[in-house]
Every structure is written in structure tokens, then in C-alpha cells.
């Protein structure tokens, strides 16, 4: 079962970077000083009734007896959202996904991983915490010798 995590962390991963490694231009989600008015209460349930709270139609990806993944895109952007059995299966996947950086959205069982703008406007929906996955950039060589896009994001 720890490959089948893996394959779906790298699956949610590979989805949450392709549509966040650029910039927006505006200057990203904290700069106009205007913050959510209130976070609602977490939402809890299916990866369904999770998905219509978000205003998605999730794409089913992964429907396993462990985690369920599906695939979403909305006006505010694309996001994987996965919900698991346990609490424990929650925290070892975003445990090992963290460290291919993205931005979290945490709830009981559940979690969304998108960019940060896409994280944040699932916030005021969803309610759940923010996560902060490592950066991407903490890697041992330091080098890349001027590679396009970011070394680990191939997508073809």
C-alpha cells in the first residue's frame, strides 16, 4: 500500500505544480492586504460532498479501500483533493508529500493541494488549515545549470 501512497502523492504533486509554478503577476495572494472576511467551520464527509462544498466535479482518480483522489478544476483554478480512511493515513501522506513543496489545505481526513491562490479561496469554502509544503528549491546540488521550469516538473 506505501507505493500506491507514493505513486498518489507524485499524481497530486505532478497536477498541484504543473498548475502553480507561475506567477500570476499579482504579486500572489497576500499583497493587497485584503484577507478572507471569515474561515467557515471544516467541512467533513466524502470525497463528494467534500467536492460539491468546493463546487467541483471531481475526476475520480485513485478509489481505494486506504484513500480516494479526485481531480478538479473550478474558476479558481486546478486542485487534487483526497480524503483517507484515518487520520493517520492523512498525516503520513502529507508528511512525505511536503517534501515536494505545493500548499496544503488541511481538514479531518481530508486534504486539497493546489497553489497557494486555489488553496486559499478552497479556505473560505472549506474551511481546514493551511500547509506549507518544503521548498522547491531545497535539494542538495544547488545546481540545475539553467534548465527550463523546475528540475522534478516534467510533464510529458
Known sequence: MRTERSLVVL?????ALTAGCGGDGNGGNGGNGK???TTPETVTGSLEQIASKAECEPNIQTDADELRQGNCTTDDGKYVLVTFATDRGLREWINEAKDYGGSYLVGRKWVAVGDDKVVTALRGRLGGTVEAGSSHHSGGSGGGGGDEGHSGHHTG
Open 11 to 15: 499524481a497530486a504533486l505532478a497536477l
Open 35 to 37: 484577507k478572507a472576511p
